[in-house]
């Protein structure tokens, strides 16, 4: 049962132009949302978070929206560089204080054209 | 500051064997969690570490066991390897006991383990 969904497992966008990655749940528990970024041979690298509380929160050129009523979030990148050539995860968690379990969505590979 | 570090960074095993993979976390941090990502998915989650006991757990045999060290470093292990364990095993740390604020997991690069 895959509980968190990113169907779409390859974008492909031109420099300087937005990318929307976007990423589905079914879990209403889920209180808390993370994106990652991974390159090949490195670990997920943590980009953005958003608490259920909110719909929108903003890091630079980064921004994840989220829709609780329709279960989807979505992560934009705007310009988007070269240099964020990489695969996103989106992951979710439930319960409060710490992050303990971590569930992940499949990965979509970016590939920003310059 | 030292990141998230994992050891080996590649191993090769063969069926019916036994792995133990290592992980020392994020200066500060006194929580591991291990994730299992095959090829083309998502990670998923094995465990979670704290205090030197496991305290949560995902949907994987009792094969895969674990420990924590007073230091914060962990180890998985893997007995029986079967040719489907073959995947990347990552290791993510973070600091525990924040109350409402919640704490990120920080990845260290991953063992690659192919069985054979």
């Known amino acids: 049962d895959q509980q968190v969904k990113q169907n779409s497992p390859s974008l492909s966008v031109q420099e300087g132009r937005i990318s929307i990655l976007n990423c589905d749940y079914t879990n209403s528990m889920f209180d808390y949302f993370l994106w990652y970024k991974k390159y090949p041979a490195e670990g997920p690298t943590f980009l953005i978070s958003?608490?259920?509380?909110?719909d929108k929160n903003e890091d630079g050129r980064f921004t994840v929206f989220l829709n609780k009523s329709a279960k989807h979030l979505s992560l934009h990148i705007v310009p988007s560089q070269p240099g964020d050539s990489a695969v996103y995860f989106c992951?979710?968690?439930?319960?409060?204080?710490?992050?303990?379990?971590?569930?992940f969505g499949q990965g979509t590979t970016l590939q920003v054209k310059p | 500051d030292a990141g998230v570090t994992q050891s080996p960074t590649h191993l090769i095993k063969t069926r019916g064997q036994q792995v133990t993979l290592r992980c020392s976390p994020k200066s500060g941090h006194d929580t591991v969690s291990w994730y299992q990502q095959a090829l083309g998915q998502g990670p998923q989650f094995i465990f979670q570490y704290y205090e030197e006991e496991e305290r949560q757990r995902g949907n994987f045999p009792d094969r895969f066991s674990g420990h924590q060290f007073p230091n914060y470093s962990s180890e998985l292990n893997v007995n029986a390897l079967l040719l489907g364990d073959s995947a990347l095993y990552l290791c993510a740390s973070s600091r525990r006991g924040q109350g409402r604020i919640r704490n990120i997991q920080y990845f260290g690069a991953g063992t690659r383990l192919s069985v054979l």
């Open positions: 992951a979710a968690a439930y319960g409060s204080g710490n992050t303990g379990k971590l569930i």
């Open positions: 958003i608490s259920s509380i909110k």
